[in-house]
């Protein structure tokens, strides 16, 4: 097939939700960058790539209200193209209707598709012809050659159509498959950035297995695929010789790592050969699950100095009938019993928690029940949300009944209880000095002050040292002053 050189373009990516986004955004941007594209505003760019979030309302309604702005955006501008990834991709159905809806979108793509890019704009952005899109005398002189690699399937990127505002004719496929046996979907691999931000995320659980009511996750972004060791380890080294210090590993149930791969690691497993990597000195992990967290993963990670004593792991509600409704997949007890064990094998660990308040049929005493258990387990962080109605899940069979006063109401009682817990817990703190990764500075009124967390990942604030010039990646010895419920303050001191 005839290959077409084009000049360089400019890209913007708009990322909205969870940390598994802000990795395949992170991704996708260094695919542009190693194909030449920069960076730049929505507003200047060629391309803009909306990441969007499905998983509550919020998210997805700022998406479709960039989608209509850039439908009139296009109008005016020959040359920009619009893709959409993320959570609002679903089966051939979702992008059916989206593209009905929105006809200016150029390309659906899941971040397993991401390879399609070169090729996606080498054929549809063509500043020369002025029409951004690949005009037909372009095409290869034999197109026999190619049409076995132009079908329509739902399970690769889908190209949209359109003719340019002067009525010329563009040839675009609708999707572009590869012969047999040429290429699997797979996550994005190889991805080397430029320069890797000192906190990095790497993804190591894909999909979910679960079947909770309420979330689209599952039929979103599909079953738990591991990663492989090799690769994983291939990427970290990668990105530690960019310049990221903390490793995240991320998963919707991270300590499913393992399960579907030949040889069966595990986290911890993981972790230990992570920990072997010069340069690496912090590594975090999210989002657990309590029936995948075995005696023994406690321990080994606990024993690992470069793992944070830190644990995010959703409860959702603190009622049973709840759980069940929600079909999380445990019960209160054992969830108590797995808070309980990590703090006996893992000292000093703090814990966050997701919490959804107002999902179907709640009851006061139900909710109740929440507030008690967040009172007796006595959390760090809450992670608090109004549940809202994710359209293609169980629960949207349901009846919404709790009114959105009453959720409101709700949240901010949550938001209450656990805001006296979180600042009687980080008063412990006060007086201590606390080992801080710097990743922002900010100025104010000509004082820079730098951003960052402790090992237990709470967010440390402290004014510059006097004859220091500190950058983000750089760690900090911190004698905590003050603390809130949501932040310690406190001064750089020489150790």
Request: hydrophobic share 40%.
């Amino acid at each position: 097939m005839t290959t077409i050189s084009i000049p360089h373009g400019k890209y913007h990516i708009w990322t909205v939700g969870c940390q598994m986004n802000q990795a395949d955004s992170q991704r996708i941007q260094t695919m542009l960058d190693e194909l030449g594209w920069e960076e730049t505003s929505m507003e200047q760019a060629n391309l803009v790539v909306l990441n969007t979030c499905s998983v509550r309302q919020a998210p997805e309604e700022k998406a479709h209200n960039l989608l209509a702005n850039l439908r009139r955006a296009k109008n005016d501008r020959s040359d920009l193209l619009v893709a959409l990834m993320g959570c609002m991709i679903g089966n051939q159905k979702t992008i059916d209707a989206l593209g009905k809806r929105y006809p200016h979108i150029d390309l659906f793509m899941k971040v397993e598709h991401a390879d399609i890019l070169p090729r996606f704009l080498e054929e549809r952005w063509t500043p020369i012809s002025g029409a951004g899109c690949l005009d037909i005398d372009f095409m290869p002189d034999h197109p026999e050659d190619s049409v076995d690699e132009i079908s329509i399937s739902p399970t690769v990127p889908t190209f949209a159509t359109s003719t340019d505002r002067a009525g010329k004719r563009t040839v675009l496929p609708m999707a572009i498959t590869p012969k047999p046996g040429e290429r699997v979907a797979h996550y994005p691999t190889k991805i080397e950035p430029a320069q890797a931000s000192p906190t990095a995320w790497l993804p190591i659980v894909l999909g979910c297995n679960k079947v909770c009511t309420y979330c689209i996750v599952p039929y979103r972004r599909g079953r738990e695929r591991s990663r492989p060791m090799e690769e994983l380890m291939v990427e970290a080294r990668s990105l530690v010789a960019k310049g990221a210090r903390e490793l995240t590993l991320l998963g919707q149930t991270v300590e499913a790592y393992g399960l579907d791969l030949p040889d069966k690691p595990d986290l911890a497993d993981l972790m230990a050969n992570l920990s072997d990597i010069d340069g690496l000195a912090r590594i975090r992990f999210m989002t657990s699950y309590p029936r995948h967290m075995t005696d023994s993963m406690i321990e080994r990670m606990a024993h690992l100095p470069k793992v944070c004593e830190h644990l995010n792991i959703p409860v959702q509600s603190g009622d049973e009938n709840m759980l069940k409704r929600m079909k999380r997949g445990y019960s209160l007890d054992e969830y108590v019993e797995r808070i309980d064990r990590v703090r006996e094998l893992w000292p000093n660990i703090t814990l966050s928690t997701d919490v959804i308040v107002g999902f179907c049929g709640e009851t006061e005493e139900e909710f109740q029940h929440t507030l008690d258990l967040l009172a007796k387990i006595r959390f760090d962080v809450v992670h608090v949300a109004a549940y809202s109605v994710r359209p293609g899940t169980v629960a949207s069979r349901w009846e919404d009944d709790v009114p959105l006063a009453e959720k409101k109401r709700r949240l901010h009682a949550v938001e209450d209880v656990q805001g006296k817990i979180a600042f009687e817990l980080n008063q412990s703190y006060v007086g201590k000095v606390e080992e801080v990764m710097v990743e922002d500075i900010n100025t104010t009124h000509d004082q820079r002050q730098l951003k960052g967390r402790n090992r237990a990942n709470k967010l440390v604030f402290c004014p510059e040292p006097e004859g220091r010039f500190i950058q983000a990646g750089e760690f900090v010895q911190v004698r905590i002053e003050r603390a809130t419920a949501w932040s310690l303050q406190g001064d750089a001191v020489a150790l």
